[in-house]
C-alpha cells in the first residue's frame, strides 16, 4: 500500500462520521477515528494510483493515434486552422520590379469540447469489511471507473458524436476521402474471398490513390485492418513460399512501417464504425501517416480522479475527462477504405 496519502481525501473523511463510524465497529484495529481516516485516504491513494497504471489494449484509438492536451481544460472550442501556399514564382529578367507575390492561406475549423465523467464509491460496511477481512478496499470499482471513461473516449476517438458535435477519425463529414476497393474474380470485395494479387492490389491501390491526389505529398507509414482482416493477412501464405501476406507486405512495402490489428473497424463494431451493422456490416481499413502535424486526439484533460467526497454513509470519487475528439489538420493524409470483411 502507498505509504503517503491525498490530504484533500483525508480532509473530506476527517469532516465526516465515516472514520469513526467504522473505528468504534467491534473488533476493528484503530486507537481512534484519524487513524481510520489517515488509513482509508491512503487505500484511495494505492487505488487511484493503480488505476493509472491500468492498460486497455483493446482500445486502439487511444494509443494507435497521436494524443495531444495542450488545450486548456477550461476551454468549451478549440480552433485550429489548415494552412495552404498560394501563388507561384516566374522566371525574371535583371532589375525586375514585379515579382510575384507568394502568400500562406489559412481555413479556422472550430470543434466542441464535451466532458465524460463517472465515479465510484465504497459504503462504510464494504469498509468494515475490508479491515475485518483485511484486505484492501476493491481496486475493481475504480477500474470500472476508468475503463467507461476511455471507452467513451475512444468511441469518439473513432465515429464522433454527432449530436454534441465531436469529429471521429471515421466520420462521414471529417472530408477523410474513400477509397473504392475493387470486386475480386468471385465478385466480392471481401479478402476472405480474394488471392493474394487481388489483396495486395487493394493496399497498392489506396497507396497510388494518396499519391496521386497529393502529388506524392502525403505518405502513409500505417496501415489499420479490421481483426478479421488481420487474421486473414497473418494466416495466408505466398503460394509456394513460407512467407505470410503479413510478412511479405511488411518487407517489401517499405513505407508502411506499421501494420495493426483494429477490433473497432470490424464489421459488427457499430459504436466504432460507422460502416458496421450486427449483421452483413462493412469493415474498414484505414490508411494514414502516424503524425501529429497531421492529426491529433485532442484530450484537454486525460483521465482524472478527484479527491473523494462523503455523501452520508458513503465515500464516492467522481472521475472525468475532456476530449475533442479527433482534429485532423490534413484529410488528405489519411484514406478509408470500406468493405474488405
Not at 492536451?69 to 495552404?84: C, F, I, K, L, M
Not at 497507396?207 to 486473414?232: G, W
Not at 505470410?244 to 517499405?254: D, P
Request: net charge negative; hydrophobic share 35%.
Amino acid at each position: 500500500m502507498a505509504k503517503g496519502y491525498n490530504t484533500d481525501d483525508y480532509r473530506a473523511l476527517s469532516q465526516s462520521q465515516i472514520p469513526a463510524t467504522v473505528a468504534e465497529t467491534t473488533g476493528t484495529r484503530f486507537d481512534s477515528a484519524e487513524d481510520a481516516g489517515i488509513f482509508f485516504a491512503r487505500e484511495l491513494n494505492h487505488i487511484k494510483a493503480q488505476t493509472y497504471d491500468q492498460e486497455y489494449p483493446e482500445m486502439t484509438a487511444l494509443t494507435l493515434f497521436p494524443m495531444s492536451s495542450e488545450v486548456n481544460p477550461g476551454a468549451e472550442q478549440v480552433t485550429y486552422y489548415s494552412y495552404d501556399k498560394v501563388g507561384m514564382a516566374k522566371i525574371i529578367a535583371d532589375y525586375a520590379t514585379d515579382l510575384p507575390r507568394v502568400d500562406v492561406k489559412g481555413k479556422p475549423t472550430t470543434g466542441n469540447i464535451k466532458g465524460l465523467g463517472a465515479s465510484y464509491g465504497y459504503s462504510v460496511q464494504e469498509m468494515r469489511a475490508s479491515v475485518m477481512a483485511g484486505k484492501g478496499l476493491d481496486a475493481r470499482k475504480a477500474d470500472s471507473a476508468r475503463y467507461q471513461i476511455e471507452l467513451l473516449n475512444n468511441r469518439i476517438a473513432w465515429a464522433g458524436d454527432k449530436e454534441y458535435g465531436l469529429m471521429g477519425v471515421l466520420s462521414e463529414d471529417n472530408s477523410v476521402p474513400l477509397y473504392v476497393i475493387a470486386k475480386g474474380a468471385k465478385g466480392t470485395t471481401k479478402w476472405a474471398d480474394k488471392t493474394v494479387d487481388e489483396i495486395l492490389a487493394d493496399i497498392n491501390g489506396m497507396l497510388k490513390q494518396m499519391a496521386r491526389t497529393t502529388k506524392k505529398v502525403e505518405k502513409a507509414d500505417t496501415l489499420a485492418l479490421p481483426s478479421e482482416a488481420y487474421i486473414e493477412l497473418q494466416g495466408r501464405r505466398i503460394e509456394g513460399t513460407d512467407t505470410t501476406v503479413l510478412s511479405y507486405i511488411q518487407k517489401n512495402l517499405k513505407d508502411i512501417k506499421n501494420i495493426v490489428a483494429c477490433p473497432e473497424l470490424d464489421p459488427d463494431s457499430v459504436e466504432t464504425n460507422p460502416y458496421a451493422k450486427e449483421t452483413d456490416g462493412q469493415g474498414v481499413m484505414l490508411l494514414f501517416k502516424n503524425d501529429p502535424k497531421k492529426l491529433t486526439i485532442e484530450n484537454p484533460l486525460p483521465f482524472k480522479q478527484h479527491p473523494v467526497q462523503t455523501k452520508g454513509l458513503e465515500m464516492e470519487v467522481p472521475c472525468e475527462a475532456r476530449t475533442a475528439g479527433a482534429i485532423i489538420y490534413y484529410p488528405m493524409s489519411l484514406l478509408i477504405g470500406v468493405g474488405i470483411c
